[in-house]
């Protein structure tokens, strides 16, 4: 799921969310004044006391029949290939054995975008599972700091030509093809930049922070 999420932009709902793990909770958005009332009132710090004042407001949400969990299988099935090309070749076979408008529109989605960033994307997705918050923050600072950069590749700029100033959505990658996107030419987004007065990305230390949290970082 987070590779579908990563490479093709799909945005989750509050439903979406909460079944795939990223939420603990749904509050609706007409109970949430009060559990800030709720939470102001408790004069605890306790993961497990807060999680269940949320839980006095919580419902459980209602999932959309077209939601991308209901083609969870599918998913797994093609997002787990190695490479972008293995992905959308996974996905060609779906579309072949079965007719479905969704796997037909991924499939899309991934052939308009940028072929560099589908493979930062999911080097960087696939990165991250191994890394504690912290680690994640300072690869993906050096990743958009060579993007803004513009040296590597114009790709972010002509991006947003096409969707943004001349609005003619037909944007011109360089290089054009996922086949010409080279691995070291993906390792270059991940290294540090060669750049006077560039810093490379430095957390602070939060040693006032409980022990589950500095765990996460």
Sequence with gaps: MGEYLGLTGTRLNGAEMLVCGLATHFVPS???????????????????IISAVINEYSKQPYMK???????????????SRRTVEEIISALEREALNKKDDWVSETIQSLKRASPTSLKISLRSIRQGRLQGVGQCLVREYRIASHVMQGKLSRDFFEGF?????????????????LELVSDDMVDSYFSMMDDEGWEDLKLPARSNLPAYAIAKL
């Design 30 to 48: 007409e109970r949430l004044s009060l559990l800030e009332e709720a939470l102001c009132k408790v004069d605890s710090s306790d993961p497990a």
């Design 65 to 79: 029949e077209k939601s991308a969990y209901h083609r969870l299988k599918v998913i797994d099935r093609c997002f």
């Design 161 to 177: 030509r096409a969707i943004l100033l001349d609005k003619d959505k037909n944007p011109k990658w360089e290089p054009s093809k």
